[in-house]
């Protein structure tokens, strides 16, 4: 008998990022201020080159030369928290900035309020390649208005500013709202490369801020950790890197800093004690024979050492450990083996602390290569 697995499948259905939309949105009012028709649809240009034809949710005449166009995000299978949003575009003919397309945001679009993101210190959340594509997509259709206007562009979402919570905007000094992002205008499903472009970007900012310590962690729990035990560092310093754990350390070493703190749990150290570069469950299982050597080292006995060998994970073995009072032991070399190991590989190019808490967020040990000694 063959057992069905309950995990929903993961989809391959490609969508568009929030700057393709926005583009669309854009390129929607200008054209009904050209034809005086709104759209149903537009045909839009992404930043990789691709013609897109995207439905124009709604589109408005609103007069003395102001449109209104909306087109709703669609992520594909990519489980994006801006999936679904509203991207809207108000349009205006000016008789300033002759020949000149000026954006701004409204509601729900962040402001930037602090350098290292290559954009304009309390300007608008709109990335480099967005801007570019809507400007290109506005003068396509508007070539005519533009000779003897200039074109304000207003981008706004409604509930942008909630949808921004459950992003890192707050952290890398984007108040009020989402950014406005892509690239090459495609949400590829699942896809890892946004993540792993944060985790980048937020490095960069702290530097830019003159930082000089970055402080690493695998997720909410461990972050809550280590701000709890970090309070005099800025929250800049903070990056959640999830598994992109080689992303993170070459990029700090690539930025020149020399002082790194690793927050994590015992499942995420054993990876990369190991080695690993990635250390995602779905990745290559924790090396149980590697966890079984800790565990001997900390005191356990050859009994115990060979469960641990035949486990799945290293939780269980922490869990062994616990029950015979030799977690703190165990810790301590697993600690040390990460420490070792991230050293070795880059040539002690920066100082290590570990820290390491339970699966409650509590704190169970760290290890610093510059004390050499734990707490």
């Known amino acids: 008998m063959i057992k069905k697995s309950n995990r929903k499948k993961r989809g391959n259905r490609k969508g568009f990022t929030t700057g393709a939309c926005t583009a669309a949105a854009a390129r929607a009012a200008a054209m009904s201020l050209v ?15 691709d013609d897109v034809r995207f439905k124009v949710h709604s589109c408005i005449l609103l007069g003395n030369g ?72 506005v003068t396509a259709v508007a070539q005519d208005l533009l000779t003897q206007h200039g074109l304000d562009l207003i981008i ?19 108040i009020n709202g989402i950014s406005i992002l892509g690239t090459s205008g495609i949400v590829h499903p699942w896809s890892t490369a946004a993540f792993r472009s944060s985790v980048i970007q937020a490095i960069e900012v702290a530097v830019k801020q003159q930082q000089k310590i970055i402080v690493l962690t695998t997720g909410g729990r461990t972050e809550k950790f280590v701000t709890g035990e970090l309070p005099e560092l800025s929250s800049v310093c903070f990056v959640q890197m999830g598994d992109f754990l080689k992303v993170a350390l070459d990029t700090v070493v690539q930025q020149g800093i020399k002082r790194i703190v ?8 054993a990876k990369m004690a190991q080695g690993e570069n990635i250390t995602h469950a779905r990745k290559n299982p924790v090396n149980m024979k590697m966890v079984s050597e800790i565990a001997k080292a900390a005191g356990a006995s050859d009994e115990v050492v060979l469960d641990i060998s ?7 073995a922490s869990e062994q450990m616990i029950k015979l009072g030799l977690i703190k032991e165990f810790y301590l070399h697993l600690a040390k083996r990460v420490m070792t190991t991230l050293l070795d590989k880059y040539n002690h190019q920066f100082t290590l602390k570990i820290m390491i808490c339970d699966f409650e967020g509590n704190k169970r040990l760290e290890l610093d290569s ?6």
Do not use: F
């Open 262 to 269: 690793i927050g994590a749990m015992v499942g995420k150290l």
């Open 370 to 375: 510059e004390k050499q000694d734990e707490i």
């Open 156 to 174: 706004s979402v409604p509930d942008g500013e909630q949808m921004a919570k459950r992003t890192l905007n707050a952290r890398l000094g984007i």
């Open 35 to 49: 034809r005086n028709e709104p759209p149903e649809s537009i045909l839009c240009r992404l930043p990789n080159g």
């Open 310 to 316: 035949k486990a799945d994970t290293a939780r269980y």
């Open 66 to 137: 102001h449109a209104r166009a909306v087109v709703i995000k669609d992520a594909g299978d990519d489980p994006d928290v801006t999936d679904k949003a509203h991207l809207t575009v108000d349009l205006y003919l000016t008789e300033t900035h002759i020949g000149e397309i000026h954006l701004d945001n409204g509601p729900g679009v962040g402001t930037v309020t602090q350098e290292g993101l290559g954009l304009k210190v309390n300007g608008p959340a709109i990335n480099p390649v967005p801007q570019k594509n809507i400007r290109e997509n």
